[in-house]
């Protein structure tokens, strides 16, 4: 039996792909907001996370 969920995870990834470049290329930033702390971010490696840098430093200070 096939597991489709692999599949359509990955055409999902490549529709999401396609949706962000596209509006790169229009000008547009994709933003979220911070898990921790509520913050807008908008550099690719914090809106990966969903977690901004300060709050990422505070948390391997722990």
Same mark, same amino acid.
């Given at each position: 039996? +096939? !597991? $489709?969920?692999?599949?359509?995870? !990955?055409? !999902? !990834?490549?529709?999401? *792909?396609?949706f962000?470049?596209? =509006?790169?290329?229009?000008? $547009? +930033?994709?933003?979220?907001? #911070? *898990?921790? #702390? ?5 550099? =690719?490696?914090?809106? =990966? ?5 300060? #709050? ?5 200070? +722990?």
């Amino acid at each position: 039996m +096939r !597991d $489709y969920s692999q599949s359509n995870a !990955d055409a !999902d !990834d490549r529709e999401e *792909t396609k949706f962000i470049a596209e =509006a790169h290329e229009r000008g $547009y +930033r994709l933003a979220v907001r #911070c *898990t921790v #702390c509520g913050h807008w971010l908008v550099q =690719a490696d914090s809106v =990966a996370a969903h977690v901004g840098p300060q #709050c990422r430093g505070k948390a391997v200070g +722990r």
